[in-house]
């Protein structure tokens, strides 16, 4: 079979073209139960002629040879398919998880970093697991069970009709109202342990309440009121635990109970009949094992009706992430030009509104190619904002960026970002090797690239020390490094790229005066050839740019080179006075 | 093994409890069991006694119906009182064992919240005990009833006829190795799926963090390829579970096949030899025991092997229950009336990581009614001092003294209610407003809620809340301004009345002006006339200090009032200078 590892459609999704490749595994499922049911319903057959046989004393050794034979190749192939009915469909729930997982994926790929800020991460993990994993649930179990269910009342209703229509009436006439207050019962239930749900992250909420303020427990010695509250909240629990148990073993002991009801009814009426030699004592029994075997799948009803409600509930909150476009497209006509424009930036009075409130407004300014621009201002002010435009993180509310004279927008997504190099100011690592950290943005590592990098950024002597070197593995599985050491193997990794355009958003703030009068040395030659924006709040650093820029409340306030703006009031010599009594506080 | 016995003194207050659940299971097992007696004689003395006049048998197989329906009502009613005294037992003792967990956690000391991460501790009091929850009811008591039932039924066909048992014998011993077997498969299988899973979501977890970087560095290809491959590394394990649970089903029916396979050839053949041993009655009855015989076998072999899990758990549970508690009161606390509030650090030395000292040799004495503001760079080791007199931490070297008593010789409790504190991450527990400032204290009454908000300016805004001091609060406080937040958390610190009080007034950015005003006043009005330590960051808090101690790098450089030190012109005038020329 063809597998297909994405679906994914420019139309709305829809969970139908999941099944569609496995049509096969769908008639497979229905042919198997079939078989399974069908051979389930046979063997008290063979039974029921033994018995009478054994009755009237006509057995033969011949016959039961016989009898027994058809049993066991009758059970044999029963046991056969009754493998395949459960495996088809569980097989194919699991082909449905994997591409719907993958097109999911594939799908955030695409989304850009607005839809990431709105959307929290662990709810897109619970969506791409636990969402995902009940409509696997859904889909193989209700397969399973559904078709299962089905054919064993339509099957066992018509053989119990032909065997003895009283007889199938009295069990049709006991199961239907049994499995009516079954369904009654079960909504009873749903609804205590809904309750029951609400009342446990109760519960947990209010131990990670305890757990995250434990200080100001501590420190008020809460401890106490807080123990009795919480042993409040866990009789109450018992409670409602209770309340769910007494309802669910009512459940289970009120239908053994029906079953039972319905063996001695069968037996009555039907002694009756044997009695008055209208039946025989095998159809008798026959019927107590139809009666037995179709116990599980009358209670499977309502479960397997449950598991799809709740698979439908997952998929809409799949599909609503499926359905969202990403805003940042790219016009679909370019062609992917061989020649790379030339660059140079040019802000066109851009303007930039996130829900309703201005963070950037009225910027103009021109970085000619090769020249490094500086940025600086308060926090919060819209310098990372500015620089993450360029790179086309999100779209300006109104203006324009160009490069080499292109508006960004005309220029291929990849193209754009395959000339910058980008390092941002909380860096983003990957649990992989530091080789693959700094060669991140690079399609073949190479060895001597990956070592230049790391020494501009003054990495190379940390990783000297590290067990495995540039195979190190970073994270939890290996070294934790320090923000300072992150930092740098960020710039490593913008460096790397060799880009046209190098962006460093305060990539130095958590390193050492020093080390960073070190790495902008180093960074020096490798700005020269570049376009350079680069965020900062030092002026050690700032002086290094052509110009430089002070951004407050998404404007720019100040513009011109280090000597020109030290001279004049303003944000940026009231900073240079303040980074000089530190200085002298350090001194000391 | 040892952790296991210790969980089950938990069960030690409820044995007489578990004897009766014991002992209903026994009758369940025995009454119900019953049942297919009465269908032989059913069977063998009515429908197949032909001797006897007709009348005669229709009224004795109405007479064994209701026998039978009654036999299984009160079997079945017994069985449901049975289920719901074991849930009840189960619920008794993970209630217990939540309640030693939970208590546990807040006694240990703060060094510990340091070190583990609060999803650690949440996955203790939440998956790991409803993992123990399921294994009291489902897999300790299950599995005896499962093995009661299989007993039971055992007993019952041997007794009816040892032949036709040879049926289960012949089968059991060989369904039993195999269905542990498949749930030993089925099991390895699951942990495969775990790990795959979980590594799976460190992927997705890492990949939607970074995903601005990834498209950055155009990188979504490679990522997609990762995680295809991890996404179908997953499914083989997954393909590997349905191998084996597909297989489990069908092996329970085979062996109930075999069984019901060799019951009838054994029936049938001295059934047709005419022998005494066995009627077609009990050859029927027989069948019947065979249906109800395979599902307790089923899930027996199923629940053997899920001891191990919960082990897993009770291990994680008992570790953190035999966690040391680093802060203890000793046996002899002095429990004093009142504190008049001298605080005297003597040569104190402490680090939070060995060796790394963080306050070094430190001696310094504060009066009763005194403020004293502490100032210093970040990392100076300002805020330790707060944490070392309210215990959070105990010194290494040296000592810390209230009223000239070591504050190791006070009950950790009785010293905390004679502290406030008013931290700089405000932290607002769900519950009303009123709840927020009293914490529940007893004998803060609502009058002296209102007095307190009134006084640090936190009245007016509260007032102006849907629902004014009963205003219920979500987490954290969502709604409030953060100075609004930090008003609430001085009206608690004063509602409390607290003998001395700790102030960590550390710079916070995105306070308006018109709060900034109104939070520097009620500060001022909150240490007045109190024994006061301010980690002081505003000017106004500093100036208005009795006393300014100036740390760096963990030790003292200088003390006295903010007139003589300026007049020093050392590193404190350097300080104040920095501060004057910070933004906000």
């Keep these: ?588 | 093994m040892n952790k296991g016995r210790r969980f089950l003194s938990y069960a030690k207050p409820y044995s007489g409890w578990l004897a009766l659940a014991f002992s209903l299971i026994m009758f369940t097992t025995l009454s119900i069991n019953f049942l297919p007696v009465l269908l032989q004689r059913i069977t063998d003395d009515v429908l197949r006694n032909d001797a006897s006049p007709l009348d005669e048998r229709l009224d004795q197989l109405l007479h064994l119906g209701l026998i039978y329906i009654s036999i299984a009502a009160v079997g079945y009613v017994v069985r449901y009182l049975q289920t719901l005294l074991t849930a009840w037992i189960g619920q008794k003792i993970i209630y217990d064992l939540r309640l030693a967990v939970f208590r546990k956690v807040l006694r240990l000391h703060q060094g510990y919240f340091d070190k583990t991460a609060i999803g650690t501790l949440m996955s203790r009091v939440t998956s790991d005990i409803e993992r123990l929850q399921h294994f009291v009811t489902e897999g300790v008591v299950g599995s005896i009833a499962d093995l009661f039932m299989i007993i039971g039924i055992m007993g019952y066909m041997v007794w009816f006829s040892p032949r036709l048992s040879i049926s289960i014998f012949a089968t059991l011993p060989f369904l039993f190795v195999l269905m542990y077997f498949v749930n030993v498969k089925l099991r390895n299988a699951n942990r495969d799926i775990r790990d795959r899973q979980s590594n799976l979501n460190a992927l997705i977890q890492e990949d939607l963090t970074g995903m601005t970087t990834i498209q950055l560095f155009n990188r979504e290809t490679s990522a997609i390829e990762d995680f295809e491959g991890r996404n179908k590394h997953l499914r083989s394990a997954y393909y590997d579970e349905v191998k084996w649970f597909s297989l489990y089903f069908p092996t329970m029916e085979s062996g109930q096949i075999v069984a019901q396979l060799i019951t009838l050839a054994i029936g049938g053949t001295l059934i047709m030899a005419h022998s005494d041993l066995l009627t077609l009655g009990t050859l029927i009855a027989f069948l019947a025991y065979l249906k109800g015989f395979f599902q307790p076998l089923g899930s027996l072999s199923d629940k053997v092997g899920s001891f191990q899990v919960a082990m897993a758990s009770i291990e994680r549970v008992f570790d953190l229950l035999d966690t040391k508690e680093e802060i203890n009161d000793r046996d002899d606390v002095a429990t004093p009336e009142g504190i008049a509030g001298t605080i005297a650090f003597n040569d104190v030395s402490f680090a939070y990581i060995e060796d790394n000292w963080v306050i070094k040799n430190l001696s310094f004495e504060v009066e009763p009614g005194q403020v004293l503001a502490v100032v210093g760079a970040t990392g100076a080791g300002k805020s330790t001092i707060i944490n070392l007199i309210g215990r959070f931490y105990d010194v290494q070297q040296g000592s810390v003294t209230i009223d000239g008593t070591d504050i190791k010789n006070f009950a950790k409790h009785d010293l905390r209610t004679r502290l406030g504190y008013v931290f700089q991450d405000p932290f607002i527990f769900t519950g009303s407003v009123a709840e927020n400032i009293s914490l529940s204290t007893p004998g803060v009454e609502r009058a002296d809620i209102i007095r307190a908000a009134h006084t640090v300016n936190a009245h007016t805004f509260i007032e102006a809340m849907p629902d004014g001091y009963d205003t219920v609060m979500n987490e954290r406080g969502a709604g409030l301004s953060l100075g609004q937040k930090q008003l609430l958390v001085m009206a608690r610190a004063l509602a409390q009345d607290p003998e001395l009080l700790f102030v960590l007034d550390e710079a916070t950015a995105s306070v308006d002006t018109a709060t900034e005003i109104l939070i520097q006043d009620a500060l001022a009005k909150l240490m007045s006339n109190r024994t006061s330590i301010v980690i002081a960051h505003r000017l106004s808090t500093i100036r208005n200090a009795d006393r300014i101690l100036v740390m760096r790098h963990g030790e003292l450089v200088d003390q006295g009032t903010h007139d003589e030190l300026m007049a020093n012109d050392g590193y404190y005038r350097q300080l104040y200078e920095l501060l004057l020329h910070s933004p906000s």
């Excluded at chain 1, 009237?56 to 016959?63: D, K, M, P, S, V």
């Excluded at chain 1, 997504?413 to 649990?431: C, D, K, N, V, W």
């Design chain 1, 1 to 588: 079979m063809v597998e297909r590892s994405s679906l994914i459609e420019k139309q709305s999704a829809r969970l139908s073209q999941y099944f569609r490749p496995y049509r096969k595994d769908l008639f497979g499922t229905i042919l198997c139960g079939l078989i399974t049911v069908g051979c389930n319903l046979t063997l008290p057959v063979f039974t029921r002629w033994m018995i009478d046989g054994l009755e009237a004393g006509t057995l033969t050794n011949q016959l039961l040879i016989r009898y027994l034979v058809y049993f066991v190749a009758v059970g044999a192939v029963s046991v056969f398919f009754s493998r395949y009915l459960r495996k088809l469909p569980m097989k194919l729930s699991h082909k449905v998880e994997y591409t719907l997982r993958n097109d999911v994926f594939r799908h955030l790929t695409r989304m850009d970093q607005a839809f990431f800020r709105s959307e929290r991460t662990g709810d897109l993990m619970t969506r791409l697991s636990s969402d995902i994993n009940i409509i696997r649930d859904s889909i193989g179990q209700g397969c399973l069970q559904g078709s299962r269910t089905i054919l064993v009342i339509i099957m066992a209703s018509f053989v119990m009709v032909l065997a003895d229509v009283q007889l199938a009436l009295i069990v049709i006439g006991l199961f239907t109202p049994m499995v009516l207050i079954f369904f009654l019962i079960l909504r009873i239930m749903r609804r205590y342990q809904q309750e029951l749900q609400e009342h446990v992250s109760e519960v947990s909420n209010y131990s990670q309440e305890t757990f995250s303020g434990i200080r100001c427990i501590k420190g008020f010695a809460l401890e106490k009121r807080r123990n009795e509250a919480f042993e409040g909240l866990n009789t109450d629990l018992i409670g409602k635990n209770m309340r769910v148990a007494a309802t669910r073993h009512f459940l289970f002991s009120f239908m053994s109970f029906g079953f039972g009801l319905g063996t001695i009814l069968i037996m009555v009426v039907g002694g009756r009949k044997v009695i008055a030699g209208e039946l025989t004592l095998g159809t008798l029994t026959q019927f107590s094992a139809y009666l037995l075997y179709m116990q599980w799948p009358l209670l499977a009803i309502s479960w397997v009706l449950s598991m799809l409600q709740r698979g439908k509930v997952s998929w809409l909150r799949i599909k609503e992430i499926l359905d969202r476009e990403p805003k940042i497209q790219e016009n679909s006509e370019l062609p992917m030009s061989g020649n790379r424009p030339e660059a140079s930036i040019h802000f066109q009075g851009l303007e930039l509104e996130i829900g309703g409130r201005t963070f950037l407004r009225n910027i103009n300014l021109d970085v000619p190619a090769g020249q490094t621009l500086g940025i600086t201002g308060p926090t919060g002010s819209g310098k990372t904002l500015l620089t993450s435009l360029v790179a086309r993180l999100a779209d300006p509310t109104a203006g324009s960026i160009e490069i080499g004279g292109t508006d960004i927008q005309d220029l291929p997504l990849t193209q754009l970002r395959g000339m910058i190099g980008y390092a941002a100011q909380e860096p983003i690592l990957f649990s992989r090797t530091l080789e693959h950290n700094i060669g991140f943005g690079l399609d073949d590592i190479d060895g001597s690239v990956i070592s230049w990098a790391a020494d501009i950024a003054h990495l190379h002597h940390d990783v000297e020390t590290f067990p495995e070197k540039y195979e190190t593995m970073l994270g939890e599985r290996g070294v934790t490094l320090s923000g300072g050491q992150r930092q740098r193997t960020s710039i490593s990794r913008a460096i790397a790229r060799k880009p046209d355009i190098l962006i460093l958003d305060d990539v130095l703030s958590a390193v050492d005066t020093q080390t960073e009068a070190a790495i902008m040395s180093k960074l020096q030659p490798v700005m020269k050839n570049r376009t350079t924006l680069f965020v900062s709040h030092r002026i050690s650093t700032l002086r290094y740019a052509d110009t430089i820029i002070v951004i407050e409340d998404g404007q720019i306030t100040q513009r011109g080179t280090h000597d020109e703006l030290i001279k004049l009031p303003g944000y940026y010599s009231e900073l240079n006075t303040l980074q000089q009594l530190e200085q002298k506080l350090e001194a000391e």
